[in-house]
């Protein structure tokens, strides 16, 4: 390592500090840099879109990375040029639903992609689509970085989210409410035999009082 006793300036002001949701990508990648950082879900409103309102913790962090490079190719105007590229890793989790037993679970997210940095949409459009490896995006002066990592996660989520192995269902859960109904019902008629017997009493003894009050007295 060399020392520069005469500067005070840190390494990140040396390089400047990149703003990830507004930079120049094409010097970016002209000059070679690299630049890494963390994105919260909660940063991302699609992604987050995908996480249960119920997942222990919604708002979990992926840690990117990326390299701006050039590769002599041959241009528009037909001579060979810098053309500009950036490379991005993304890692982390994120809370889905499993769509085998409905609970939330955690999985696991590790993109890597490489991206030829176009100028327009034209150009975008004329880019061969048989390369797998590469993926075209068009530049900006003022780029948004976490936009793209958003993109990249969402094309990272899978088909059908779920568990690897499912945890197993407490069977108290399982046959919950069902079982229980049965049983009260056969109370209900004992009850309703005591009723019947109070409401016939007052009549009988309303009925011995009639025949008993006239004969009485005289
Ligand atoms: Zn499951």
Redesign the pocket.
């Known amino acids: 390592m060399t020392e520069h006793p005469g500067k005070s300036a840190g390494p990140a002001a040396d390089k400047g500090a990149l703003n990830p949701r507004d930079f120049d990508i094409f010097e970016f990648a002209r000059s070679e840099r690299e630049a890494a950082g963390v994105v919260r879900v909660s940063q991302l409103p699609r992604m987050l879109n995908e996480v249960p309102a119920e997942a222990p913790d919604r708002d979990t962090a992926f840690t990117w990375q990326v390299a701006g490079f050039v590769q002599q190719e041959l241009q528009n105007d037909g001579t060979e040029g810098p053309q500009p590229y950036l490379r991005l890793a993304v890692h982390g989790g994120a809370w889905l639903t499993?769509q085998?037993?409905?609970?939330p679970?955690e999985q696991a997210f590790n993109a890597d992609a490489t991206f030829r940095i176009v100028q327009t949409e034209e150009e975008a459009e004329e880019f061969p689509l048989d390369d797998d490896e590469v993926e075209v995006i068009v530049g900006s002066r003022h780029f948004d970085l976490v936009d793209l990592i958003e993109e990249e996660l969402l094309l990272s989520l899978p088909l059908v989210p779920?568990?690897e192995v499912?945890?197993e269902v407490h069977e108290s859960l399982a046959s919950g409410p069902d079982g229980a109904d049965g049983v009260d019902s056969v109370d209900d008629v004992p009850e309703q035999e005591i009723e019947t017997e109070e409401r016939v009493n007052p009549f009988a003894a309303l009925e011995s009082l009639k025949k008993d009050g006239p004969g009485s007295k005289h």
Request: net charge positive.
């Open positions: 499993c085998r037993c409905l609970a679970y779920k568990h499912c945890p």
